[in-house]
């Protein structure tokens, strides 16, 4: 079965300090899609990033990087001097690979990050 | 342009009622998803809508129903409410099959 496990429920740091989100995941597939998805108060899901299991290069977008490990199963967010606005929920979420499509995504639980000034 | 927008934001029913929540996906796009989101907990899928038909479905049962449009637009129809249902409704819109699926703010379904 396939499945998601965020480990941290709640992570709580001081502005500039540097984050790290752990997620591991659970699949049969040899072709599947990772993903990270921000979910602040309003509730609206934001996508942050894909990645497809044939690329394990790590990626770094401005203070955002990932760190994909096939051989741990897992899909690491970090991020670099925190700030307040990164305040939210965090979700790491599995495809299984049916097209592509982002459709029948698997969710993990979350982790809700607070950033304090 | 408008990104994917759900109707209402809030709601309240009784036990045993019947609910109908809308989705207008974002412009040009063709697929739908709908997913369940329970507090404390991550989205969990629905089904997912594309060309009018129901493409593919989650672990959910017939309760939950819904529809497609020819402008793309989507309704989420669930029967017999329960006390379990409550949650928040999250549509997910993409173009095809390998795009990013943007999601609207979530209709706030409370159950009583």
């Known amino acids: 079965a396939q499945k998601v496990t965020q480990a941290q429920t709640e992570i709580s740091v001081v502005e500039k300090e540097d984050v790290t989100l752990d997620c591991v995941y659970e699949?049969?597939?040899?072709?599947?899609?990772l993903f990270w998805y921000k979910q602040p108060p309003s509730g609206e899901l934001v996508f942050l990033i894909r990645?497809?299991?044939?690329?394990?290069q790590n990626e770094i977008s401005g203070r955002y990087s990932w760190n994909f490990q096939k051989s741990t199963s897992s899909f690491n967010f970090t991020i670099t001097a925190s700030q307040v606005v990164d305040s939210a929920v965090y979700f790491c979420?599995?495809?299984?690979?049916?097209?592509?499509?982002?459709?029948?995504?698997?969710f993990g639980k979350g982790t809700k990050l607070s950033v304090k000034p | 342009d408008a990104g994917v927008t759900q109707s209402p934001t809030h709601l309240i029913k009784t036990r045993g009622q019947q609910v109908t929540l809308r989705c207008s996906p974002k412009?040009?796009?063709?697929?739908v998803s709908w997913y369940q989101q329970a507090l404390g907990q991550g989205p969990q899928f629905i089904f997912q809508?594309?060309?009018?038909?129901?493409?593919q479905r989650g672990n959910f049962p017939d309760r939950f129903s819904g529809h497609q449009f020819p402008n793309y637009s989507s309704e989420l129809n669930v029967n017999a409410l329960l006390l379990g249902d409550s949650a928040l409704y999250l549509c997910?819109?993409?173009?095809?099959?390998?795009?990013?699926?943007?999601f609207g703010q979530g209709t706030r379904l409370t159950v009583v």
């Open positions: 997910a819109s993409s173009l095809d099959w390998n795009t990013e699926a943007f």
């Open positions: 699949t049969r597939d040899t072709t599947y899609y």
């Open positions: 990645r497809n299991s044939f690329d394990e």
């Open positions: 979420a599995l495809s299984d690979g049916y097209g592509g499509s982002q459709g029948n995504l698997i």
């Open positions: 412009s040009g796009h063709d697929t």
């Open positions: 809508y594309y060309e009018e038909e129901e493409r």
